[in-house]
């Protein structure tokens, strides 16, 4: 291995005798320093421009000149001004100590020389040395901090006086000009044309300023610095003096941008952060407002990125977050839409977090150019990802708001970028979507639903109506379902179509489910304890709360709170229960059948009507979607299908409700076939408490009139 010696790691040995030469460079060696040497004075100025060593060894008696001698010469030159010298002098020759202390020597050496003695002195000196030099540095970097310079100038113009700071601020030669004219020549050409013109402005009118500029020191290094200047007036208010202060500020800059740059950077894939982008984006927008331009907005997001970040681990989906932010800077360099920031190194695509990307394209005609980008990105994208062993393929759904139509500022375009992502997500992924209003609009009620309703559930401000189902054959009714209500004071009376399905998706299904269970219950107990003869009280409950273990603790409760016998209480699920975890859900069967709370199907024949689900869950009744119901008078195929359900669930031992019977045909259509019980407006809309009172306690709902 080939090791470079440093300078202050060599040693010259100048004049020493064979034995003591020896013995000088076995302990210098030793301590891993390298010994070079020299017979005569020649020789060491030669060694001294060649090698530059760290420390030099004279031996007061050379040829032809004394070692004293030689060390003034070697003090007076630039190289070695500052170079320990030892000089070895003869034991009680103090004269020759005395001039060598004179010469500038660093140390006396007398003789007899021990080489380990040497060795130690050496590398002392080497050491301070060094200590010395870094001192140096750091007090010259200090300097250049604290380097404020003062000045002060006639307003009348005249000469400036500066303050002996200016040399080292300028790091110049002190014997150079000493004057703000020195300064100003070093700055740009503009810069210092807008300094000047801060002075013009402060002699006349007496504004004080401040300002920034840069300036070329004498080492051609570039430094940045701050100035800041106050008029002093006469007693008449007339401008006299201008003074102030010029300070190094190039520290204090570089710091700053290293704080930019870590502030600004998305630290896994080193493309530009949200931060970076907003920031940016708003930018934009402000110059494209100005020159009446388009600005288009992409906003990425990896299709499946979930399932390899789970399936893989997390370093699989860092290294496929970095490979796919390499894949979009290669092709996005080749569109002719979008702009590269050189300076900050930030390019136009950003990682807002996670596996979101998006991509300002700051000047752009029209949608087509917009729609060009994404997909040449989703070309770019489709190719597979090799990833450490794994090949990954993954898709990108991409939506796409423009400026200004789609949204006047930073956050409307991201929001609406975003809707429609998720509208190219729904569109089965893979795949760019515009943004359009109507979109917007639909998210704008679903977000302002998706709020009220958290109000809605603070308050309980839900109702419950109730639908009676009806046993044909006694015109009894043998049972309601609960059917929930809801009218918010802003946006109106809300269906559970649609306020139900938002619920499901942000949670909230489960206190307001079991707000429908507590209430429902309670209403059915109390029109037990009214005298009312036993009715089934049907609940709705979504797949999300079944599948949850609050459920059955909250039915335990109810029904011991409530005194509400469990085999009145029928839960309604759809098909969608049986997608969700198989086990939770028949842990949940079993135990609903355990404490005797029936299981209604509902919308029996909508989904995948699968009849294998009913033999290994058991349901207690099927509930005929209407829409067989409606067209079992319409269409023999759906009478022959209903015939077959309500055939097979006889064979299953299930018993049958048919809902959303309208009219009188579908009634007899339903009873010919065997259908005992039905639910719909031929009986009854969904009614209030107060109405089923009424109808409880003697009417009959309509249609049951006219069967019996
Ligand atoms: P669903 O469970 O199928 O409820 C029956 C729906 O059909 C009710 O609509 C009811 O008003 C309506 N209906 C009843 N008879 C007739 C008829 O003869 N013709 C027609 N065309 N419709 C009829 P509603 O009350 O608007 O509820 C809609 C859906 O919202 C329900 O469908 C159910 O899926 C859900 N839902 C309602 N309340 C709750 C609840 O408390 N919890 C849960 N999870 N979902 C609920
Ligand atoms: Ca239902
Ligand atoms: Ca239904």
Not at 28 to 47: C, M, P, S, T
Not at 135 to 161: C, I
Request: with cysteine; aromatic share 6%.
């Amino acid at each position: 291995m080939r090791q470079v010696t440093k300078p202050e790691n060599r040693v010259l040995l100048a004049g020493l005798r064979p034995m003591e030469a020896d013995s000088a460079s076995a302990a210098l060696n030793a301590e891993g320093v390298r010994v070079d040497f020299a017979r005569n004075a020649q020789e060491v100025l030669e060694a001294v421009a060649e090698r530059r060593p760290g420390g030099i060894v004279l031996d007061d008696r050379l040829p032809g000149i004394s070692g004293s001698a030689l060390c003034q010469v070697l003090r007076r030159r630039p190289e070695t001004r500052q170079t320990p010298i030892l000089l070895l002098v003869a034991a009680g020759n103090e004269a020759a100590i005395r001039r060598a202390v004179d010469a500038g020597a660093s140390d006396l050496l007398r003789r007899p020389l021990h080489g380990r003695l040497l060795a130690r002195r050496i590398g002392t000196w080497v050491r301070l040395r060094q200590r010395e030099s870094e001192l140096a540095r750091s007090r010259d970097l200090m300097r250049r901090l604290a380097a404020v310079a003062s000045w002060e100038v006639d307003a009348a113009g005249g000469e400036f006086e500066v303050s002996d700071g200016l040399h080292d601020l300028l790091g110049a030669d002190p014997a150079g000009p000493n004057t703000i004219q020195a300064l100003l020549a070093r700055c740009p050409a503009d810069e210092s044309a807008r300094l000047r013109d801060h002075f013009q402005a402060a002699a006349e009118t007496g504004e004080s300023w401040s300002d920034e500029c840069r300036i070329e020191l004498e080492s051609g290094e570039l430094r940045y610095v701050s100035w800041e200047a106050e008029v002093l007036m006469d007693d008449h208010g007339l401008p006299t003096k201008i003074s102030g202060s010029v300070q190094d500020v190039t520290e204090r800059m570089q710091a700053a941008e290293q704080m930019r740059h870590l502030a600004y950077r998305d630290g896994l894939t080193g493309l530009a952060n949200r931060n970076a982008f907003m920031e940016r984006l708003s930018e934009t927008l402000a110059v494209a407002q100005r020159h009446d331009r388009n600005v288009g907005l992409l906003f990425l997001d990896l299709d499946n990125f979930k399932r390899v970040n789970d399936t893989l681990g997390h370093s699989i989906g860092d290294e496929l977050l970095c490979a796919v932010a390499v894949r979009l800077e290669m092709c996005l360099r080749q569109s002719d839409f979008v702009t590269w920031q050189t300076g900050t190194g930030l390019g136009p695509i950003s990682r807002l977090g996670g596996d979101e990307f998006t991509v300002v394209l700051a000047e752009i005609d029209g949608p087509s150019d917009a729609a060009s980008v994404a997909k040449r990105i989703l070309e770019a994208v489709q190719e597979p990802f090799s990833v450490g062993r794994h090949v990954l393929a993954v898709g990108v759904s991409i939506g796409i708001t423009l400026f200004p139509g789609d949204g006047g500022d930073v956050e409307s375009l991201l929001r609406n970028a975003d809707v429609a992502m998720y509208e190219a997500k729904e569109r089965g992924r893979n795949n760019y979507q515009f943004f359009s209003q109507s979109i917007g609009d639909a998210e704008v009620r679903r977000i302002a639903i998706e709020e009220r309703l958290r109000t809605a559930i603070d308050n309980e401000s839900f109702d419950l109506f109730y639908q009676p189902q009806v046993d044909i054959r006694s015109g009894r009714i043998h049972g309601v379902e609960a059917l929930i209500r809801w009218t918010d004071p802003d946006l109106g009376a809300i269906s559970p179509n649609e306020f139900i399905p938002i619920a499901e998706s942000c949670g909230l299904i489960v206190p307001i489910g079991e707000w429908v269970l507590r209430e429902a219950s309670a209403q059915a107990a109390s029109w037990l304890a009214q005298g009312h003869p036993p009715m089934h009280m049907a609940i709705n409950i979504s797949p999300s709360h079944f599948e949850n273990e609050i459920l059955l603790e909250s039915m335990g409760q109810v029904l011991f709170d409530t005194g509400l016998p469990p085999n009145q209480l029928v839960v309604e699920i759809t098909e969608n229960v049986f997608s969700a975890d198989c086990d939770a859900v028949q842990r949940t069967l079993r135990e609903l059948k355990r404490i005797g709370v029936q299981v209604a199907l509902d919308d029996f024949g909508t989904g995948y009507s699968s009849l294998s689900y009913l033999k290994r869950f058991p349901v207690d009744i099927l509930k005929i979607d209407r829409t067989f119901v409606r067209d079992v008078v319409l269409d023999s195929e759906s009478a022959a299908i209903t015939e077959g359900i309500v055939s097979m669930a006889r064979a299953l031992r299930l018993r049958i409700v048919a809902e959303g019977v309208e009219t009188e045909k579908q009634r007899a259509f339903l009873e010919g076939i065997g259908c005992e019980s039905m639910q719909g407006y031929l009986f009854s809309p969904p009614i209030s408490v107060l109405e089923m009172d009424d109808l409880l306690a003697g009417g009959t709902p309509q249609g049951l009139a006219r069967t019996s």
